[in-house]
């Protein structure tokens, strides 16, 4: 938690964004895994954290502009709570320390919004909460969903992108357990060994610091599957294991980092040259990144990045701007370069992707590929981004494009026979936009050549 100075001066901000209305900010209840009391570790909303700074269940928070008063709604613990799960400071000692000081019981939600105020509300995303709004609005679930504030969803975002110093604090301690996590698979990556074990001990490794993982762990030798959550296969000689993994610190912020390292620590050439490619994507697109230029036209360069490489190996052929405006470096690359990174491992995702990403000036593609960057606007500084370019072989993609004549201008078909049992190579690292450029948020970085990860394999 931050000092209360902190969370008073952004509710100050968002009130004179927001300028009038009454404005709900839900906290997360717990989530029962299989019965009642066998939850989920309790995560609390980022934009509640952010702005009220408790990371308890079952709190929510009420703004009232235009008679300047705010609330906190929250039950104290019962003596049953204490005895199970242990006491805590008073709900009123707790609200003191962020700076509110009103609390009221929970059930007094419902008389707080029954005045003739617009109500301001975020978009939910947890069952627990579209049924609370659904009964404080007589609404339908549905309706809900649509029903939350664009102009209260668009001032958040607006804050909550630019990262603030005491916020770098965390991501840099986030991304130091990210490293150590990424450093254990390195060494780990053996012959023989399971794919479970690795996740397990790297799960294990950002547990043990007080934090946890920032999302499931991607780890597996079939890294041509994106998000492969699938951990049980047994390290082979000759394969590559993708590992995209990341830590959530104590004060919930985010890392997410990807090396693709190969089993044993000894790359093929042919795994060599396609890695090569990735790590120029990666060091290009990092070289690019600075204020006001987008990051869709660091992404279209990561592409090209990808296009030429290709060519020069014989995959693709073609001219690179036509090959470009076609999509057809997707074929190797079918997602986006990168999402921004704060209190959540793709930030405010939940408050809807393309208002974080995208705005009037600069729009969502539509075109394959393209249509998956989460994040396109022009970087400001402040901004934390992932960077995560990647080539992967994906045996049925390929056949489908082939079968149907997509970008045939552009592809060697013949030549992808050979990739099939290829799988995928991603590498990705955190970046922060400076001033001038950026630099990457935690600044040790992990091993990136084949050199160095074959090093840190061996040692
Ligand atoms: N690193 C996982 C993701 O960005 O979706």
Wanted: contains cysteine; negative net charge.
């Amino acid at each position: 938690m931050f000092n209360k100075e902190i969370y008073i001066e952004r509710r100050e901000e968002l009130k004179k964004s927001v300028k009038s209305g009454l404005l709900l900010l839900l906290g997360n209840g717990e989530a029962s895994v299989n019965y009642a009391d066998n939850a989920y570790a309790f995560r609390q909303d980022s934009s509640f954290i952010y702005y009220v700074g408790l990371d308890t269940p079952n709190l929510a928070y009420i703004l009232d502009i235009e008679n300047d008063k705010e609330y906190l709604l929250g039950d104290e613990l019962t003596i049953d709570d204490i005895i199970w799960m242990g006491n805590l400071p008073s709900l009123k000692d707790r609200a003191a320390k962020v700076g509110i000081e009103t609390v009221l019981p929970f059930s007094q939600l419902s008389k707080l919004i029954t005045t003739p105020q617009k109500l301001h509300y975020l978009k939910p995303y947890r069952y627990r909460n579209i049924l609370i709004l659904s009964e404080l609005l007589g609404e339908k679930p549905d309706a809900i969903a649509t029903g939350f504030s664009v102009e209260l969803t668009k001032a958040i975002i607006k804050m909550r992108l630019i990262k603030s110093p005491e916020e770098l604090i965390e991501l840099e301690d986030a991304g130091e357990t990210g490293y150590a996590m990424h450093i254990v698979a390195m060494k780990m990556c053996q012959p023989g060994v399971s794919e479970r074990e690795i996740a397990g001990m790297i799960e294990g490794l950002a547990i043990s610091k007080g934090t946890r993982v920032s999302f499931p762990t991607i780890l597996s030798m079939n890294g041509q599957t994106l998000h492969n959550h699938d951990h049980s296969g047994i390290l082979e000689p000759g394969r590559l294991m993708l590992c995209d993994a990341g830590a959530e610190n104590v004060n919930y912020y985010a890392s997410d980092f990807t090396r693709t390292t190969a089993v044993g620590g000894e790359y093929s050439q042919k795994q060599k040259d396609i890695h090569n490619i990735v790590a120029k994507a990666l060091n290009d697109s990092i070289a690019l990144a600075k204020p006001r230029i987008t990051y869709k036209s660091v992404h279209r360069n990561a592409y090209k990045v990808v296009f030429e490489g290709l060519r020069d190996l014989g995959l693709t052929k073609g001219d690179t701007e036509e090959a470009l405006n076609a999509g057809a470096p997707a074929l190797f690359m079918p997602h986006g370069l990168g999402h921004a990174m704060g209190l959540d491992v793709h930030d405010m995702e939940n408050l809807g992707e393309t208002l974080v990403g995208y705005d009037d000036e600069i729009q969502r593609d539509t075109l394959f590929g393209y249509k998956s960057l989460r994040f396109g606007k022009r970087l400001e500084p402040g901004h934390v981004l992932t960077v995560e370019p990647g080539i992967y072989f994906v045996p049925q993609l390929i056949d489908k494009w082939k079968a149907e004549k997509i970008n045939t201008e552009f592809i060697n078909f013949d030549k992808l026979k050979d990739y099939y049992d290829f799988g995928g190579i991603r590498l990705e690292d955190d970046i922060l936009i400076t001033e001038n450029g950026c630099r990457l948020v935690y600044e040790k970085r992990l091993p990136v050549t084949t050199e160095e990860i074959e090093k840190a394999v061996k040692s």
